[in-house]
């Protein structure tokens, strides 16, 4: 063969590999949609059951032959998970019904803008406000943080404007205590080495990094009245009144009432309506599942899939809902 004849065969059997990897490469792609879930911190409850309602999405959810493949990306909860949807930075996020709200109509930390875009998929598990002080701190009430070092969350966290609204309550402001802005987990390791006083939490019982913090310390949670949940609700209407169960942490002998809310999935609105329609199928057709592998999973219920949700249902969710009988609002 001559070197012209060879360099033209080989011009050719290169034009086939372009051709055959631009064929290739589109029908790859469709047969799979990748759908990621923003969550929270390790210690916490959003990433693991996130991580289970990745799962739960990647084995039962598809469009058009696509697998839908989600994941669970770790990351600052409610606040920061609505801000990466505004930006529509990724696909669906974790977040409390307050923050949901509070975001889609510009209130509270939002008051610079409204996130408009926000879509709910359904709500998922209860959380549970819990105060947590090392038992020998002297602290019994909330009346006693006064002077103390307190962990209220990052700044602009749905956590740090609770922590606000409780101050509110007892007649005291941001000054009257030592504010502490660090992460969940920080908090908690901050806790341990007595670098702090009490940190505020809120997510699903128990909480792993609380339960891990009660097996080598000694802890206790602050209780709240009738009175004080009330008043503490006309700021934050979301919340209602809720119980730690006795025996939910080690050496937690009796139940203690405290403040609760739904925890949503939410998208933004940028989202196909079948991609949507899928998810949300998976999830909600696949409750069982969720509930063998997480304890927080067998809150997850088709018929409490709207409590608390205030902002509008993605199109594709409404449409799963209204086959399965779900009257929206």
């Given amino acids: 063969m001559s070197f012209a004849n060879w360099k033209s065969k080989a011009a050719a059997v290169a034009a086939s590999m372009v051709v055959a990897v631009a064929a290739v490469g ?9 759908f990621g879930i923003a969550t929270g911190s390790t210690g916490g409850v959003y990433y693991p059951l996130g991580g289970m309602i990745a799962q739960v999405i990647s084995n039962n959810a598809q469009v058009d032959g696509a697998r839908i493949i989600a994941t ?5 909860a409610s606040v920061a998970n609505a801000r990466l949807l505004q930006d529509e930075a990724i696909e669906a996020g974790m977040m409390g019904a307050d923050i949901a709200d509070q975001a889609y109509r510009g209130t509270a930390q939002f008051d610079d803008g409204a996130v408009t875009n926000l879509r709910a998929i359904g709500a998922l598990f209860p959380e549970t406000v819990q105060v947590v002080v090392r038992s020998e701190s002297g602290i019994e009430s909330f009346e006693d ?37 660090s992460s969940f987990s920080q908090a908690v390791d901050k806790l341990r080495d007595g670098n702090i006083d009490a940190f505020f939490a809120i997510g699903g019982l128990p ?13 206790r ?21 809720t119980v730690v169960p006795a025996g939910t ?10 403040l609760g809310l739904r925890a949503l999935l939410v998208a933004h609105d940028g989202l196909e309506d079948d991609v949507v329609y899928a998810v949300t199928k998976a999830i909600y057709d696949n409750t069982e599942t969720l509930a063998k592998v997480h304890v927080q999973g067998r809150n ?12 509008p249902v993605h199109p594709g969710a409404a449409r799963f809902f209204e086959e399965a009988g779900i009257e929206l609002e």
């Avoid at 942490?249 to 405290?258: R, V």
């Fill in 26 to 34: 589109p029908a790859a792609s469709a047969e799979r949609i990748f």
């Fill in 72 to 76: 669970a990306e770790t990351g600052n």
């Fill in 145 to 181: 943080l006064a002077g103390k070092t307190v962990s209220s969350g990052p700044a602009g966290s749905g956590m740090y404007q609770l922590f606000g609204d409780v101050l509110d309550v007892f007649g005291m402001e941001r000054d009257d205590v030592r504010e502490d802005f």
């Fill in 207 to 219: 909480t792993v990094a609380i339960q891990d913090l009660a097996s080598s310390h000694d802890i």
């Fill in 221 to 241: 949670l602050l209780a709240l009245t009738d009175d004080e949940i009330a008043r503490i609700r006309e700021a934050q209407p979301y919340y209602s009144s």
């Fill in 249 to 258: 942490y080690e050496g937690q002998d009796e139940d203690i009432q405290t």
């Fill in 300 to 311: 997850v219920a088709l018929e409490s899939a709207l409590d608390s949700v205030s902002i």
